[in-house]
């Protein structure tokens, strides 16, 4: 036991390691910040394109959604990251980070967003364009605002993940959260800074995992 | 005649929601081969009182005892109990992904214990009883109303049950298959099983039952042979209910 | 060199994909191992928490929920590391492989767990009633007549949960295993060329491009309204 709290729960360790685990939960919140609004930029963006009937677009659309749905994310992060130098491109750990973020959770988002629009009964839109409304506008003011609702857990949902996402960041040298912690890890053979990581991450997620079992739990009592 | 010991025994019955006391010591009982119709107005805790007997719901208080067997001792074994308590319920209940004759088939199977061709020879001679043998490799999304609470009731005298209780068996039928179902409960009537059914259909209360329990506000107000409480109701409730349903 | 050649003396450089090529079909079987294995483990671990909240015991509750919150709420990568950095302060060595293996079972457990749960609670309580007024027991309703029932209506969410949580495979190559990442990563450090990592990515879509392709069938198939 004695053992277990001096290999897991060192306080010493942790205290000492606070500084640079606080410089990595900053880095972490605004990697969320930043990669969040990019993945719904480009899941709103699939997702109207994905309204548009014709087959030129349908195709590779589907077919690029379900390539980055099938390609792991570090895969894509690595790939772009070490890959991009060879054509000569510098690139940073954070500019890859939002590339590889934006391509991937752009495309789940998207799906997301798209069976959301699907969900809206047709009739909404054509009241809006009986009415005069342009396409962009039934989209903007009448679509979006339901489809949105009618998946909201799933867009916390998938929000949840993205934000663990940034965690593996660490592998490409990005100053997170669990880079700072395996960095203090490695010079203090110490795992603590780690589960210090980890009950950061806790305290930070489990609200929301907590918001999302909730809301799950309404939406299927309302089914019944 | 000697007087039979009751096959159900209900006593003092207490129940309560929270703060909703549904049952205010209720005293029930049923003798063997008699049809007792429990009729009242919705809240009157009739559906409540009909599940405590198999111990659907648990009762706060009281006792019931159901041919011999006391259904509220923990050390009963429930299970057993219930085989010889058939249950009929509003909304059918089949289970969907069985044919009807895997509907009645299953406990014979699980809970008897019975081999496959035993279990089949005794579902299809239940389903025979209900009219249905023609229909037994049906799924109840193929069945109407009607035929999935007559599969329902294969389902439970398949058993061979002492006592059936019948919770609201018709409300959910479309009228034109209401008949059909009543006639089956007549023919079991006739076959000597003994039955509780909690419903409105009236006109079946006076050709069939042996006795009707009127229920309100979780009581029971008044009790006897049909002709007396339709005819000469004397209870104010009574009067007043009878009116209503007599006007449609 | 112009441009393009750049490119694909790069990123499609034959002679460095065929260097490299064995070994990333050895990854490839690894991926396809480690992914079978926490699937089965997953779903399994999952499916039992779910039958065990559904004895309604209040104190065991409150421990599944708070198990499964936790790896709901944990990165996936950050259970790993503290798996096989941390144990070995322990006096306990896990490898990597079966690091990556117990961290992302336990992740798909949390998961799974929620949606078998939803599964059994949509199943009507008349199924329950009727069940059990015909005699049988707890177990017996719960296997015969509830489960398949339930099973049904989990299969969409849980197929799309279960591509995700695989494709967490990749994850393993931070602690040195040879999956696919881990043996095109190799590949580009000592090859001094990308191409390994074309390879490696082409691999996993050739790998999970069919299931996704196969989750959205499945999604389609048992959008059953009841």
């Known amino acids: 036991m004695q053992d277990f709290l001096e290999a897991f729960l060192n306080w010493e360790i942790m205290r000492e390691a606070s500084p640079i685990l606080w410089a990595g939960l900053r880095a972490t919140l605004l990697l969320s910040l930043l990669v969040v609004p990019l993945g719904l930029l480009g899941g709103i963006t699939l997702a109207v394109l994905s309204t548009l009937p014709s087959p030129f677009i349908k195709w590779p659309l589907r077919i690029w959604v379900d390539t980055f749905r099938a390609l792991p994310p570090l895969v894509l992060l690595i790939f772009i990251f070490a890959g991009l130098p060879f054509l000569g491109l510098e690139i940073s750990a954070w500019s890859a980070v939002a590339i590889g973020f934006f391509l991937n959770t752009g495309a789940y988002y998207g799906e997301i967003l798209r069976a959301g629009i699907e969900s809206v009964p047709r009739g909404q839109v054509e009241a809006a364009r009986s009415t005069g409304l342009t396409a962009a506008q039934t989209m903007r003011f009448i679509v979006l605002p339901q489809a949105v609702r009618n998946v909201l857990p799933d867009l916390i949902s998938n929000t949840l993940e993205v934000v663990k996402l940034t965690s593996i960041a660490s592998v490409v040298a990005l100053p997170e959260l669990l880079f700072q912690a395996r960095q203090a890890q490695s010079v203090t053979y110490n795992a603590s800074p780690i589960v210090a990581a980890a009950i950061i991450y806790f305290i930070l997620l489990w609200p929301v995992v907590r918001l999302l079992s909730r809301l799950e739990n309404k939406q299927l009592a309302a089914r019944r | 005649m000697t007087p039979a010991r009751p096959i159900v025994e209900a006593r003092a019955i207490h129940k309560h929601f929270g703060a909703l006391h549904v049952l205010r010591g209720v005293d029930f009982s049923v003798e063997e081969r008699q049809l007792v119709f429990v009729i009242g107005p919705s809240g009157s805790g009739k559906s409540t009182l009909l599940r405590c007997l198999n111990r659907l719901e648990e009762p706060s208080s009281g006792s019931i005892i159901v041919d011999g067997i006391d259904m509220l001792d923990a050390r009963t074994d429930i299970n057993k109990a219930r085989q010889k308590i058939g249950m009929v319920f509003q909304s059918f209940n089949l289970y969907p992904h069985m044919t009807a004759l895997g509907n009645v088939m299953l406990a014979l199977r699980k809970v008897q214990g019975l081999d496959k061709a035993e279990a089949e020879a005794r579902a299809q001679r239940a389903l025979e009883r209900v009219h249905l043998a023609d229909r037994a490799d049906h799924y109840p999304s193929q069945l109407s109303g009607g035929q999935q609470q007559r599969v329902a009731i294969a389902r439970s005298i398949a058993l061979e049950p002492r006592v059936m209780l019948f919770d609201e068996p018709t409300s959910a039928l479309d009228p034109e298959l209401v008949g059909g179902v009543l006639a089956v409960m007549r023919e079991l009537r006739e076959d000597g099983m003994t039955m509780v059914v909690v419903s409105h259909e009236m006109s079946f209360a006076r050709a069939a039952a042996d006795r009707v329990v009127f229920m309100a506000d979780g009581e029971i107000l008044e009790q006897g042979p049909p002709s007396d409480l339709f005819s000469a109701p004397r209870h104010e409730r009574l009067r007043a209910f009878i009116s209503q349903i007599e006007r449609h | ?226």
């Not at chain 3, 990597?96 to 939803?118: H, K, P, R």
């Not at chain 3, 602690?175 to 001094?192: E, K, M, Q, T, Y």
């Not at chain 3, 990308?194 to 996704?212: E, H, I, K, W």
Request: glycine share 8%; proline share 6%.
């Open chain 3, 1 to 226: 060199m112009t441009g393009w050649e750049r490119f694909t003396d790069s990123f499609f450089n034959a002679r460095v994909m065929a260097q490299y090529l064995p070994k990333i079909i050895e990854g490839f079987g690894l991926t396809i191992v480690l992914a079978l294995c926490i699937i089965a483990a997953g779903l399994l671990a999952g499916l039992s928490l779910a039958v065990l909240r559904s004895f309604a015991l209040r104190p065991l509750n409150w421990l599944i929920i708070f198990v499964v919150d936790l790896f709901r709420a944990l990165p996936p990568l950050v259970i790993i590391v503290l798996l096989f950095f941390g144990l070995p302060s322990m006096g306990m060595e896990l490898s990597g492989f079966a690091s990556a293996w117990l961290a992302l079972t336990l992740v798909l457990m949390a998961f799974s767990e929620e949606i078998f749960w939803a599964g059994i609670t949509s199943v009507p309580k008349g199924q329950w009633e009727a069940a059990r007024s015909t005699g049988l027991g707890f177990l017996q309703a719960l296997g015969f007549v509830v489960l398949p029932q339930a099973l049904r209506l989990t299969i969409p969410p849980l197929t799309n949960r279960t591509i995700a949580i695989t494709k967490g495979t990749a994850l393993a190559s931070v602690v040195a295993v040879p999956d696919i990442l881990g043996a095109a990563s190799s590949g580009l450090s000592h090859s001094f060329n990308p191409s390994p990592l074309t390879l490696g990515a082409l691999a996993y879509l050739v790998l999970f491009f069919p299931v996704v392709l196969l989750g959205r069938w499945i999604e389609t198939r048992f959008a059953w309204k009841r």
